[in-house]
């Protein structure tokens, strides 16, 4: 299992942005899927965004598509989601969740799916 760090969370105003980050402690991505999941207060925890380890597919919930980007920086050995036009709903803990992939352009969306979970980083959107 890798074991993973987000970092990046914090408070901004509706329509704002923000990036978080999900780093690999002591080893790389290399044939690991990575997802973004959330959960907010008094709700169940929802996927939000995936990437496959190469890059080249990712896919997002329809709550944020066409807002968030998910991404991956190899020279620094994280994968990345840039949260933009932010809404009061977007707040939450955001997770970052890792699976070994069995094809380069696979991606994961469920919950189940997953081994490696980082601890998480509060979201918060203010109206």
């Known amino acids: 299992q890798v074991q993973l760090v987000e970092s990046g969370g914090g408070l901004v105003q509706a329509g704002g942005s923000l990036r978080l980050s999900c780093a690999a402690s002591?080893?790389?991505?290399?044939?690991?899927?990575v997802s973004w999941f959330r959960q907010a207060p008094g709700k169940e925890r929802e996927f939000v965004a995936a990437?496959?380890?190469?890059?080249?597919?990712?896919y997002y919930a329809e709550s944020v598509e066409g807002r968030f980007i998910i991404s991956r920086d190899n020279a620094k050995n994280t994968r990345d989601l840039q949260m933009n036009s932010l809404k009061p709903e977007d707040t939450a803990v955001y997770y970052c969740?890792?699976?070994?992939?069995?094809?380069?352009?696979?991606?994961?969306?469920?919950?189940?799916?997953?081994?490696?979970w980082g601890q998480g980083t509060q979201v918060t959107v203010s109206s």
């Open positions: 002591g080893r790389t991505f290399s044939n690991y899927a």
């Open positions: 990437i496959s380890w190469s890059g080249g597919s990712t």
């Open positions: 969740a890792a699976k070994r992939a069995s094809f380069s352009h696979s991606y994961y969306y469920k919950e189940a799916d997953f081994g490696s």
